[in-house]
């Protein structure tokens, strides 16, 4: 006997014949001999309602009371399957965050969980009551409804699972697994079987949008089993889980796209001390993530200086960018929004070296210029033309055997 | 400055455009210089999209879930007005039942109140916060959500006022105040300045649908006034309140009709001792609510034995009467659904005489024929042929100096 979280997403319970489906597979599970703890998202598409009415009825929502009002999705999923499973004479019961204890500082619309008390919930396994819980919620110090940000709902199973020492915490979603590259633009991806925390982290702040980063995090440092499936499939899914042997043996787990950047060049920077801190500190204080920076060195004591920074901050980056150029007396500055970061990982590139050479090798006879480069122990990134991402990320998986094998 | 609790029903927050509206009372009743705690219920058609929502799910819905399926319309209206306050710059911050501490039995779907702390709206009153609180819903001892059944806000805000010893709770309803009757009916019908709260529970318990009756029984024992009023025009409403001379100087306050009813008649039934609870025992066991009842000598020791029960009951009072008279040896059993009950309220019948005598000669004036007749200390009903229902109120009306003096 096992106890297992399962998490079900918002389009896992987007109608009332989908969470049918879902109480079948609790059911399911739980007459398999297991103990089974429920977390589940708002119904696809409630959130959305919800945000909108939030905006006509005032431009800029106060944020405690956006937490009130879009804690109320996931109340009713959670009060509608438990009535579905109690209906099939399963005892179930629907919990709040506040009910199973996710305490959480108060930074309201995108809080962090303090600690997990899960009181209730152990009380209910202990009766065979199979706890239905809310994602995406919780309570601050003073019992006022927070809320997880987008995706929290991940990051609520995952704690509770820390909390419960759960066996497992299963991600059901509308994908079923984790791939080596996006399927929509590699065609030859195949499902991952088994991924790192590390992998997961980099492949999911790189644009996987199968797991909230947060709650890899979350699962890393409380060493909490992750299994990613499909709710609409039965079959293997990809677990998220400590490095082992298996992992280290492949160089490269996953190529990633990334098309949300933009390239910002700073000509003719006179090459001085201080100089990075006068550009990237105002940058910084406008809360403006800055990705890689180069530096070229060019004639008489002169730089060009380049970085990316996210697409959609590049309306506040620019003029700020502008001023700051005129302020150092540099030359000028230029913007390409038109790029894409081509990323591979693996924990394997630890111990495989040449992975950075036959990278640049494989863009090279493609005929893709890389106009920069970041590598991390795990990782490395390269900025290209937008245009070549497609044709990057397909040779890539090719020359790195990615690609499935035909069955 | 007075502290007052303003109640805003479904209707009142039906829409955004709505809730705008709210906000200006609101902010124009603080302009004045009054503290102002607001209690809500949810936008008009959100509880039956739910409650719909849970049939689809499951023919039966547990109740506990329920509880928590329903609670949340309230929360959406709190979030939006506070909201919208905030937009304006008025410090308002919403509360759901559990934080104000409505504290009920566990009674899930008509939970009663058991006691209200109301710590956080005190609080948040003296930091010169306005309250914005979820009607219709408290927590249990457990801490799990409870709702106090349909028209639960107007208790919430009744008890709210209570507890917080506020000048006056004001009801804010889709009817400018309680009317000397229907106005459906009677188009000659006044609204009456001041009533009763004895009257009120009256008037409410016989079909006038302004308050709910628990609250009104509420406010009379924690001495709230209670003022109900229109959200949509400006004006004075009806203020229930304690019996005063006023009110006693007029013999009749209102008419009403009610035609939810239904009689059954036992003919036939041996006038023996013990009689009387082998009938009404099953119907009592059966929750069945018998309203008037009459027995009639008939000859030979045998009676015949009327009475009234709620036409929706019908279907379950029928059978049971039946296997009752057969037990019984009575000798048969008639229905008629067809019937109503008119009824004259007024405290001022404690002091006024004559008025039953009255109220006979102008049915009887109008041919109407009395069937049943029960009488109260401050009420008199009779039981009609439902088609002389109209007439008979609107005889009523007129002949008690009730209509509506032309301006």
Redesign the interface.
Known sequence: MALIVQKYGGTSVGT?ER??RVADRVARTQGEGHQVVVVLSAMSGETDR?LK??H???????E???D??L??GE??T???L???L??RGLNA??F?GR?VGIITDSAHTKARIARVTADRIKEALNEGVIPVVAGFQGINER???TTLGRGGSDLSAVALAAALKADRCVIFTDVDGVYTADPNIVPAAKRIDKIAYEEMLEMASLGAKVLQTRSVEFAAKFNVPVEVNSSFTEGKGTLVTKEDKDMEAVAVAGVTGDRNQAKITIVGVPDKPGIAGRIFGPVAEAHINVDMIIQNIGQAALTDLSFTVPRADLKKAEPLIQRVAKDIEAKSVSITEAIAKVSLIGVGMRSHSGVAAKMFEVLSREGINIMMISTSEIKISCVIEEKYLELAMRSLHTAFDLDQTQA
Chains 1, 2 share one sequence.
């Open positions: 009332i969470i049918h919800l009415l939030a006509e009825v005032t431009g800029t929502p106060d405690r009371e956006l009130m009002l804690s109320t109340r009713v959670i009060a509608l438990a009535m579905e109690r209906g019961r629907s709040t009910q019992s006022d409804v």
